[in-house]
């Protein structure tokens, strides 16, 4: 006759809190082996598995910094890397490099009959990271007080021996004059600044592209984020300044550009607009001509970040693609009142228009894309 067993006999089915139906088949153990690192899907859940030295791991598929695929990622040493941006987990563990008080879950594995096999459940939990937000996540709200104007500088010149600048003379008359006028203002130039160019995350997927910038979040001493705070928290005008190279703006107007592809991309991959009730202005000035292109690539730009912007948004002098004599040139600007009157006149128009736009216009946070972007990222 069968014996009935008690809830202190040690072979009670219910002291075996997972059964073997909490374990997935993931196939032959040979074949997986074939790559140290792989995304497998156990009930819709992706998993990281892991084969180092023959021996298998599985952790969470999920980075804890921004949801990176981990089971895409890579080993260095003992430890899987985030393909996005970086962060490491111990293959075994699943806990972070020491000093990171982190840890993602990590599934046990087993190999049966030549199959390897998964727990469906984690044996461990996660452990998220502790630091505070970063300063620019802050809620976007305008502080009260005057309208506020940045102007930024994008030429480049020696530090050491700097030189007379056509378009940051001209941005500092235009910010003199708002300042005349009630305004508060700021210089900002990309020249005395530090920071690191884009470093194309989101060619690896436009999520990984993150507000604030990866660069900004994990490099304390990259100094953008004067620019991001001036634009997303700061200011109410913007005035973008850039000499004109073989036809173009500055390389460092580029650098700082490119790096506020994370700006747009949130409005692409969340619809979140940071830029709200902004307006923006440029001037442009420089020996050989293409006003016209550095114009309206500026314009396109900072369109596609949300500015707005007032009737004839920028001044621009050029002497044409002949005039070779610079000095000539330096001297046009500086003599001339007419651009320093025009300068002036910018700042007013911009002034105008970001005044009778805090005076009623809500500040969107959301926005219809048209065109390429239009409706939502698939993902």
């Not at 075994?92 to 008080?101: A, D, I, L, Q, S």
């Not at 620019?136 to 502080?143: D, S």
């Not at 500088?153 to 940051?168: F, I, K, L």
């Not at 300042?179 to 900002?188: C, D, K, Q, V």
Request: with cysteine.
């Amino acid at each position: 006759m069968a014996q009935s067993r008690t809830v202190d006999d040690p072979r009670a089915p219910w002291d075996n809190p997972r059964p073997m139906s909490d374990w997935k088949d993931l196939g032959p153990a040979d074949a997986l082996r074939a790559k140290d690192v792989q995304q497998v899907d156990v009930d819709g859940k992706p998993l990281a598995l892991i084969c180092k030295d023959g021996v298998f791991s599985a952790l969470s598929g999920h980075c804890l910094h921004a949801g990176g695929p981990l089971g895409q990622g890579r080993l260095s040493g003992d430890y899987l890397v985030c393909p996005w941006h970086g962060w490491h987990y111990h293959c075994k563990t699943g806990e972070g490099r020491p000093g990171f008080n982190i840890a993602i879950p990590r599934y046990e594995t087993k190999i049966e009959g030549g199959r390897l096999l998964v727990r469906t459940t984690p044996s461990t939990e996660a452990k998220h990271p502790s630091h505070p937000p970063h300063p620019l996540t802050r809620p976007i709200e305008r502080a009260p007080g005057p309208p506020r104007v940045v102007g930024i500088s994008t030429t480049v010149m020696n530090r050491h021996d700097p030189r007379y600048s056509t378009s940051e003379d001209l941005l500092q008359v235009a910010l003199n004059h708002a300042a005349s006028i009630g305004a508060e203002s700021r210089l900002i130039k990309l020249n005395d600044l530090k920071f690191r160019s884009c470093e194309g995350y989101y060619s690896k997927s436009a999520h990984a592209c993150i507000w604030p910038c990866t660069i900004t979040q994990l490099d304390p001493g990259d100094q953008l984020e004067q620019v991001y705070d001036a634009f997303i928290h700061w200011a109410d005008v913007a005035i973008i300044a850039s000499p004109i190279r073989w036809g173009s703006a500055s390389s460092l107007y580029f650098k700082m550009i490119e790096r506020m592809n994370c700006i747009q991309n949130q409005l692409t991959t969340h619809d979140r607009v940071l830029i709200r009730n902004k307006v923006a202005a440029f001037i442009i000035t420089g020996g050989q001509d293409n006003v016209q292109a550095v114009a309206g690539q500026m314009m396109m730009f900072f369109g596609e970040l949300g500015f707005l912007f007032p009737q004839f948004p920028f001044i621009a002098h050029s002497r044409g693609w002949s005039a070779e004599d610079m000095e000539n040139n330096v001297a046009y600007v500086k003599e001339t009142e007419h651009l320093r009157n025009g300068a002036k006149e910018l700042a007013v128009r911009s002034l105008d228009m970001a005044r009778e736009i805090l005076a009623g216009r809500a500040a969107p946070t959301s926005a219809e894309r048209g065109g390429r972007k239009a409706g939502h990222p698939e993902g």
